[in-house]
């Protein structure tokens, strides 16, 4: 046999190389191999940079520096399943960083994440890629690329898990995500109520604890609480709170039991069960402050509903809310606070607070504890609206200074509710009048101050609430509460403009207070809002009339109107028509100015002059607004001769009846002719002595610069009053009174003008003669002695209001003006009809003096207009 020969082993091919074992301690080395084509080598460096995110922050954000991100994106799709795997672990442990946050987004890989959620691939890839997605949809913008691409379906599959990690994980993410609405609306089509509420079920409390969390808030929407109760999803949290081995999650079920108690189906099922009672009774008895908040929190959320109210009154839910009001923490006190303001809406529960419940609130309203102050304000506000017996109930606990003390607060709302009590209270008067002594005017001063508009709209309620007398009036004015006042009219929020309007509505009762409003420019505001169509409202109209009833010139002038309330006292002028928004010159500007030829300005005054009087050599004549006139005296001297002869004397006064008295002007005429000579001759004398005192005012810079200007003086007008008191206002009949007194006042304006002669009654002439002799517009009314519809109608208008006769005056057009007044209508006196009891009459002062025209007949129709 021969000799057997070694086989000798073949070498490699020289194209392959030998295979090498590297031991690397550089982190960059390792991220250099994630290049590689060979699977084993990026298997086994995803292990390594997987251990090495895991050890901490500094080490995410190395791998973040050396670039390892990137080439790791490319590895999630890779077709090897360990690759595939390894690279999705480092990414559920990278995505907490949040610069590896920030890239990821801009590298759009959460497609390639949320492909890794498919059923086919392993546990531990469901792992973390959800852990990845749970990290990343912390952020809106992440929330939004997992929402439009698919993630929210795969994710609630993964609920159903068998790993509690994917569990876990998988309703953190759904939790982020449920926070915007459109995520909620999906939740609901893909039917996601029944695998959360499997997730109470669960051994592990954080999982329990995130399942709750989102409940609570896709319970919000009234769909989800009915797949809720009819998932059995009520029972489910009954148990929980039942369950004192699960106190840790008392206040989540009860917040989102609170949400389903909004629904009246879920409400009417938890109360039949029994389920309300031992809400009510774990609420009560619970030792834990934000079990007790949440309870009353459920409470407030369900007593929004009415039908819920009536549920809670009859399970008197009342007196565990006054128990909740006891407790030592704060937020348990606001909660319960909130509560009884939704309860309020109930009669029943009002009614019940009003021996307790109340009490409490006033002693929560001195609370250190601001939040607390203003939810104990908030429900006195609720519990005292429309409820004097609450109001008072406030009042006897010593809550007037409470509130007064609350208006200072540092919390807009605790203002705000404070001035809604206070208000609430000044609608009873022996209320209101305990708050003005508790100097309510000058704790409203900060309020009105304020720079909120709610603050500012209560605190112009509330002032419009008390200053409803004199003296609360004169306090506000006194301490500087009406500039604040004036300047809420400027504010762009209509409830505010319509406050203070109505504010300044009551504040213009009494005339110093008006006069105060108009000089801080409240008249010109109001007169701005009611010229635009979107500011002006009742109230700001009822403001500006109101103060325009305190400068009756102006309200004339604009409206064309003053009626029977509107007294016409000295100083009072007739400008002419003005167009909304013009400014109506002073008394003093207008007697200044040259005469034009603008019509002449009609002034009412009886007060005499207060000047020295003239030396012998200057009572020839008198001195006019100023400037030296010819004649004045002349025609004063004819104006009394004419006074005297066309007019009675007033008849002596006498103790027999009224009905013995003259009732018009024939009689006072023809009787008692010797006294009537003896007291013309007085009031002749009286009349002179009249024209010797009264000399017109002197110019600024004129005369002595000492002297206070004075309006023209008009003895004639003077006489005119003097003469209707005497002889006109003894007459018992209302009827003969506007009679006699048209006929006096036509007498004095030129007598009776027949329609047809009216063209040929030269009053202008008349007119511009007074106003050059006068060297002035302004004409004092006494001084025309040929006027026509205009003139007489304010003549009339001004010694009715002297005597009491009640009438009004309508400017028209063309000059015409008139009276009307409102007479008894005798043939329906004591009977009960459709005609009212009293008539409306147009007083005829130029065709036919004293008779008196139907307001809606053809007659007054031809006497305004033709």
């Known amino acids: ?193 029944p695998p959360v509420l499997d997730l109470l079920k669960s051994e592990y409390p954080i999982i329990q604890l995130l399942a709750l969390k989102t409940l609570d808030v896709i319970t919000n929407d009234k769909e989800c609480r009915a797949m809720l109760r009819h998932s059995q999803g009520v029972d489910h949290l009954i148990k929980i709170l039942e369950t004192k081995e699960l106190s840790d999650l008392h206040i989540e079920a009860l917040s989102v039991l609170a949400n389903c108690l909004e629904d009246m189906d879920t409400m009417v099922m938890i109360q039949q069960t029994g389920g309300l009672k031992k809400l009510l009774s774990f609420a009560e008895n619970s030792t834990i402050p934000d079990i007790q908040k949440n309870a009353a929190r459920a409470i407030t959320k369900a007593a929004y509903d009415p039908e819920n109210r009536k549920l809670f009154h009859e399970q008197e839910v009342e007196k565990c809310l006054v128990t909740l009001l006891g407790s030592e923490n704060d937020g348990t006190k606001i909660a319960a606070s909130q509560a009884i303001s939704a309860m309020c809406e109930n009669s029943g529960s009002k009614e019940f607070f009003n021996n307790q419940g109340i009490p409490q609130l006033i002693q929560l309203l001195k609370s250190d504890n601001e939040e607390v102050r203003e939810a104990s304000a908030f429900a006195l506000a609720n519990l005292t609206t429309c409820n004097p017996a609450n109001a008072n109930a406030a009042a006897e606990g010593d809550g007037i200074d409470a509130l007064i003390n609350a208006l200072s607060s540092k919390r807009d709302g605790a203002i705000a509710n404070a001035a809604t009590v206070l208000t609430n209270m000044a609608m009873q008067e022996s209320l209101r009048l305990s708050i003005q002594s508790h100097d309510v005017m000058h704790a409203l001063l900060s309020p009105l101050h304020s720079a909120n508009t709610v603050v500012q709209s209560k605190a112009a309620l509330t002032v419009a609430a008390t200053a409803c007398d004199v003296e609360a009036r004169t306090e506000l004015r006194n301490s500087g509460g009406l500039e604040p006042l004036v300047e809420l009219l400027h504010s762009k929020n209509d409830e505010v403009r319509r406050h203070a309007s109505w504010a300044i509505t009551v504040c213009a009762s009494d005339e110093p207070t008006a006069a105060e409003l108009c000089r801080l420019g409240a008249l010109d505001i109001l007169e701005e809002i009611n010229l635009s169509v979107s500011r002006k409202n009742k109230f700001s109209e009822a403001a500006h009339n109101k103060l325009l009833n305190h400068h009756l010139s102006l309200k004339y002038s604009q409206t064309g109107y003053l009626s029977s309330s509107n007294i016409i006292t000295d100083g009072v002028y007739d400008y002419g028509r003005i167009n909304p928004g013009t400014k109506l010159l002073p008394l003093k500007d207008l007697c200044l100015q040259e005469p034009s030829d603008q019509r002449a300005i009609l002034l009412v005054n009886s007060k005499s002059d207060a000047s020295p009087t003239p030396s012998t050599e200057d009572k020839s004549s008198d001195v006019g607004y100023g400037r030296s006139i010819s004649s004045s005296s002349s025609l004063r001297r004819a104006s009394k001769e004419k006074t005297n002869a066309g007019f009675g004397s007033p008849t002596e006064e006498k103790s027999e009846p009224t009905s013995g008295r003259n009732t018009a002007l024939s009689k006072s005429a023809t009787k008692e002719k010797g006294s009537r000579k003896g007291r013309v001759k007085k009031e002749e004398e009286k009349v002179k002595e009249e024209e010797e005192v009264a000399v017109a005012p002197k110019l600024t810079g004129e005369g002595s610069p000492d002297k206070e200007w004075l309006p023209p003086s008009d003895p004639d007008f003077c006489v005119y009053v003097y003469e209707v008191t005497r002889s006109i206002l003894p007459i018992t009949s209302i009827k003969e009174q506007v009679e006699v007194l048209a006929k006096y006042v036509a007498e004095k304006m030129g007598g009776k003008i027949p329609k047809e002669k009216l063209h040929d009654f030269s009053w202008e002439l008349h007119i511009s003669e007074l106003k050059f002799q006068l060297k002035s517009n302004v004409v004092p009314i006494g001084l025309i002695k040929k006027g026509i519809f205009y003139h007489r109608a304010l003549l009339f208008k001004a010694l009715a209001d002297r005597i009491g006769i009640g009438c009004s005056l309508v400017r028209g057009e063309y000059g015409r003006a008139w009276n009307e007044v409102k007479l008894m209508n005798e043939s329906r006196k004591g009977v009960i009809g459709a005609l009212p009891p009293q008539e409306t009459y147009i007083v005829d002062l130029m065709f036919h003096p004293g008779a008196l025209i139907k307001l809606r007949s053809r007659e007054a129709d031809l006497y305004r207009f033709l």
């Open 1 to 193: 046999m021969g000799k057997k020969i070694k086989k000798e082993s073949e070498p490699p091919p020289k194209d392959v190389f030998d295979p090498l074992t590297i031991e690397s301690k550089k982190a960059a080395t390792v991220v250099l191999m994630l290049n590689s084509p060979e699977e084993e080598i990026l298997a086994k460096a995803c292990e390594a940079i997987y251990r090495f995110a895991l050890k901490g922050e500094e080490n995410k954000a190395t791998l973040l520096e050396l670039g390892a991100v990137e080439p790791l994106t490319k590895l999630l799709n890779h077709e090897d399943k360990i690759v595939r795997r390894n690279a999705t672990m480092i990414f559920g442990i990278l995505a907490s960083n949040n610069d590896v946050k920030k890239l990821l987004r801009e590298l759009d890989v959460m497609n390639s994440v949320i492909a890794r959620l498919a059923a086919e691939e392993e546990v531990v890839i469901h792992e973390f890629a959800s852990l990845c997605l749970a990290n990343m949809s912390a952020e809106y913008t992440s929330k939004v690329q997992i929402f439009e691409q698919g993630g929210l379906e795969p994710l609630i599959r993964l609920l159903s898990s068998p790993d509690p990690d994917v569990k876990k994980n998988s309703i953190q993410c759904i939790y982020n995500l449920v926070q915007d609405f459109q995520c909620q609306a999906t939740l609901q089509e893909l039917n996601a109520i």
